[in-house]
């Protein structure tokens, strides 16, 4: 059987499912960063095959960006969450809910 | 010429702001009562100068500025001054003039002093932009500005409680100045009626234009323009049915009767109509113009009839201002229009004069207005005497006295018209004229002392003030004698009315007919009321439980029926409607707030702080976003 593009999309698909539910269902912020993370390299994926598949490399230029965006949202996010760890001694959504409305 | 008019018009109205703008709050200060009364005299001056021109040169016309200019619809702000206007701008200063004197005496203890010169110099203005403006427009800006005025100065005292009807009959000065005040716009309406119907026709507002353009229209629209503009005239002059509002229009401070309602605002009307002489003299309109003057010789009556049992002695005076207004309309009415405009300004003089004198009285007496409990005043009010019994002889039409020329040249028109039942009404009135004003003033100066019993220590105005009022009592007595030269004066401008030659050598025989009714009418208020001791008056129960005496003094029930008729359904009516208001309006506004509140309320549990079901609402916008974009790509 020979992998074509719909494979790709399929685990494209898949991943960011999982991603997005991990977005919902976890209650620590650490495992929304990994969550988040899933989700942009599963459109990594898709960009980079739907790239290939139409013989343009825009897509896969668009990936190299998502990936040095990512890692810098990661280098300040980290930042942030030790700060927030500090502060609060937890990463639980629960604890840090300052927001009331 | 030009500076003269904007003098005669604006320094009022300076007068106006200075008080307004620089002295509302402040305690009295004497200065704004000498400001405004010399700027009011800077008018008058400028009004003589305007005159003595007019007289050499003829009109003057003026465009100040363009005022409304849409389209087709051009409405300058122009001020004519001719014979006629001229003539009102006269007696709307010099009255002016001396009222405003006056008023700093009378209004020296109120704590209202400042606003109140504010608002009657804002009269003043009101006034000359009615009587000079050229076009209708302006006419109408001046008719509500001098509404407003008279609202304002009718209410002045708005502090004072309202009252049963029985305890006072206008209740309360908001009472008697809203009263005033929508009685007016009810007239109004017609009257703005009229403009619309002008402009319709004819495209333009401009006195000239208009009157050139009149004999052009059809018969039953000329009817009905001058029907209209006479509505307006009505309210203004209070004639009969909206006469309501101008007895109770006394709570006002006295001053304030003098000059708006005696001398200058209610006879606004009475010029409205000489004015547009040029459409009330068409002969499609005669009809018109004989129910204009059947109407004043009505109301000339039925006043008088009220005033001759009233007991408010500025109800007597407020009655016969109604009266003598009917028959300036009577002579309009008949086509003598230079007769109504001369007996205008006599009545003018005179009026106010006798209210002045009024207001002297009452002053003296603490605001005391019932005659019954005056009495044998002559000895300490010896000025006021003198200019109240001027004024009275005046109005009674003596001999010598303004009014005897006016009122005289009024009967004669209407015996020379043939319109003999006017005629009937207005001689007999005539007599009752003389009886009621002169019962004013024995009751007040003459017969037993009544006043000691109830505790009044009475004294006379301030020398000044009476001083002031000289000019009034000097014109009192001698303006017919310039009736000739008013004649050849104000004819250049309005039409002649000539007595016909079958009639006039009649006129000296009815004369002597109005000058002995009046002087019996006169020796029998003598013989009632002046009487000291055992011919003193005493109150006779009987007479006053008579049918025909409770019609009169009830004001033949007039109010009442208003009241009753009028009001309270209106009232009934209002309230109604505000319950369906209520229910329908206020809740369909009501419900849709509640709606928006209720869902505030509800999804405010979204706020909950918590990061993660934040997230989650936010995934399922965004699922619901995709979903709503695949359903739109599916579909097409």
Known sequence: MEIGISHYLILSGILFSIGFVGVLRRKNLLMLFFATEIMLNAVNVAFAAIGNYYGDLSGQMFAFFIIAVAASEVAVGLGLLILLHKRYGSLDLEVISSMKG | MEKFVYIALFAPFVGALFAGLFFARSPKTH???????????????????????????????????TWIAVGDLNIPFGFLVDEVSVTMMLVVTLVSTIVHIYSTGYMNHDKGYNRFFSYLSAFVFSMM?????????????GWEGVG??????????????????EENPSISPSWAANEAFIMNRIADLGMLVGIFLIYWNVGSLQYDVVFKALPHLAD??????????????????????????????????????ALIHAATMVTAGVFLVIR??????????????????SLGAFVAFYAA????????IKRIVALSTLSQLGYMFAAAGLGAYWIALFHLAAHAFFKALLFLGAGNVMHAMDDELDIFKMGGMKKVMRGSYIYMGIASFALAGLPIMAG????????????????FIIWGILVITAGMTAFYSFRQVFFTFHGEERYKALGFHPHDMYKYVLVAMAPLAVLAISFGWFMDNFHEFITKNLPDYEMSHETHHLAPYLGTIVIVLALIGICIAYIKYAGKGDKAWKRNEKKENSFIYKLVANQYYVPKFYDEFIVQPYTVASDKFWEMDKAIVDGTVDFIAKVIYVSGDVSRGMQNGNLSSYLNWMGVGALLLVLGAGISAFIG
């Open chain 2, 404 to 419: 005897f020329y006016s009122k005289d040249a009024i009967i004669e028109t209407a015996f020379n018209d043939g319109s």
């Open chain 2, 148 to 165: 407003v005025c008279s609202w304002l100065l009718i209410g002045f005292w708005y502090h004072k409680e309202d009252k049963t009807f």
């Open chain 2, 220 to 257: 039953g629209l000329l009817v009905a323009i001058a029907m209209a503009l006479f509505i307006g005239a009505m309210g203004k002059s209070a004639q009969f049915p909206l006469h309501t509002w101008l007895t109770d229009a006394m709570e006002g401070p006295t001053p304030v009767s």
């Open chain 2, 276 to 293: 547009a002489n040029p459409l009330f003299s068409l002969d499609a309109v005669h009809g018109v113009s004989m129910f204009i003057a």
């Open chain 2, 31 to 65: 200065l704004v009562g000498i400001v405004n009364s010399s700027l009011i005299a800077v008018a008058f001056v400028s009004a003589v100068t305007l005159a003595l021109h007019v007289a050499e040169h003829g009109a003057v016309h003026v465009q100040m500025m």
């Open chain 2, 129 to 141: 932009i009615l009587v000079m403006s050229d076009n209708f427009a302006g006419l109408f800006i």
């Open chain 2, 305 to 312: 009839s009220m005033a001759l049992s009233a007991r408010d």
